[in-house]
């Protein structure tokens, strides 16, 4: 009868069993929660122009998205309004990145090659990161909230220092484009991916690289 009557949960539970794996009770468990589905989806509207960018604030009630049009928005989850925008004025946000508090979002700007922290409370615009000599597209925060990590098509990524503003460390071995990067969970080593088909393992202290993995 609950799946006459269209039970969407128990409909995407059952396809996920009817794979041809196995499942303990507590996997089941798991895979019922994971598979409630709130209906209608939620469509959050305002940009003007593509979306690039998106993160869940730490405490998953809140979500920022970055645009083509220039701004950051932040999204209230449970009412799908937009609460504060946040303006890059002058670039398209390729990517951004909650800090590990809530309380900034940094934001990858591609044409003006800078990185843009702003305070969520304010929305104001608290932080500039400059130094890239091409467009910025993908940033990412030290698990203690300290550091920002960016990384450009100028072939290099960098860390900053979130109080100053200024770059520690310039992580410098590509040769081309750096399109993702992300920061182990212990905050001790980057890793960064690139068109010259390499992905780049660099120790964060020193700006190192401790290791080259390819074809």
Known sequence: QMLTQGDTNLIALLTIRSLNMDYTPTGDAILADVTTLELPPRELRGHTADVWGADFSPDGKYLATGSSDQTVRLWDLATGETIRIFSSDTSRVEELAFSPDGKTIVAAGYADKNA???????????????GHTAGVVDVAYSPDGKYIVTASVDFTARIWDVATGQTVQVL??????????AVSPDGKYVVTGSVDRTARLWDASTGK???????
């Open 116 to 130: 843009h922290l702003f305070d969520v409370a304010s929305g104001q615009a608290v932080q500039l990161f400059s």
């Open 172 to 181: 410098t071995g590509h040769s081309g484009d750096i399109t993702r990067m």
């Open 209 to 215: 690289q401790d290791g080259v993995f390819h074809d």
